[in-house]
C-alpha cells in the first residue's frame, strides 16, 4: 500500500459538510472525493482529513491523506481525480508520503478565514461565499478584542455543545481582523480547533464591532469558560480552511493562503 495526500479546495455551500454520511441524500465533500479517487485507483478508497469542516464552510486548503494499492503519478490523482469531480471540489496537488503522515495527526496548526461584506445591500456575487453584515463595524475594535484569545487557553466558552474534542484547551497563534474596502476578513491560526470555535469567536467579536459590547468582555467570556456567556454562532458562508502546516521532511507544497479574491 503507497500512502498519498492532497490538496484540496472545495465550495462547500452546496454540502452537507466534509463527512461522508449514511443517507446518500445528503452530499458531503469526503464522499464525492472518495468516490472520485475510487475510480481513478480502481478500488475503494478511504481519505483522513485535516480539519472536518460544517455544512456550508469552504477549504481552499485543505489536506488529505489516504492509502492505496494503485500506483499512480501526479497528474493522474489531480488531473484524473478532477474529471470525476463537480465544479465545487478540486484536487490541487497530490505528493507520495511516507507511511507515519497523517493528514490531522501530523499537522503543526491550522489556518481559517472568516470574510464579512459590510454593504447596505447583500451582494448578488459571491453568493453562499461570504457573511453580510450591513451594520457598521469598529475593525480596530474587533482586531484588539481578539489578541486576548492568543495564546494557550480553554475556550469552552467557544465550544459547541455536541463538540466531541477530550480537551477544550487550544493554542492560538496568530490573530488579525483586517478591512479590505467593503470586506473585513479575520485570519485566525491554531495548533488545532474545536467544533464551531472559529464561528464563536466571530459571533463575539461582531458585538465588540457592532458597540454592543465592551473591547474586554470577549477576554471575559473567555475566562468565563461557559458557551452561554459568548455571542451567537456566525454563519458557516464567510468560513474558509486556507491553510495547514506539516513538518518540512514530508515535503508538502506550500501554497499561498487563499482564497484568492482576498
Known sequence: MTRYALGVEYNGASFSGWQRQLSPALPTVQ????????????????????????????????????DSPAIRNEKAWVMGTNTRLPPEVRVQWAREVPHDFHARHSALSRRYRYVIYCGKVKPAVLIGQLTHVPELLDVELMHT??????GEHDF??????????????????????RRQRQFIVLEIEANAFLQHMVRNIVGSLLQVAMGRRPVQWVAEVLAG???????????????YLVGVEYPERFGLPVLPYGPCFL
Request: charged share 20%; hydrophobic share 45%.
Open 31 to 66: 464522499g464525492i472525493l472518495e468516490d472520485a479517487l475510487a475510480f481513478i485507483a480502481d478500488a475503494p478508497v478511504a481519505i483522513s482529513c485535516a480539519g472536518r469542516t460544517d455544512a456550508g464552510v469552504h477549504g481552499s486548503g485543505q489536506v488529505v491523506h489516504f
Open 156 to 177: 469552552s466558552a467557544f465550544r459547541a455543545a455536541g463538540c466531541q474534542a477530550n480537551t477544550p484547551m487550544r493554542e492560538v497563534r496568530f490573530v488579525e481582523v
Open 145 to 150: 478584542a481578539a489578541q486576548s484569545l492568543v
Open 225 to 239: 469558560r461557559d458557551r452561554n456567556l459568548a455571542g451567537v454562532t456566525a454563519r458557516p458562508d464567510g468560513l
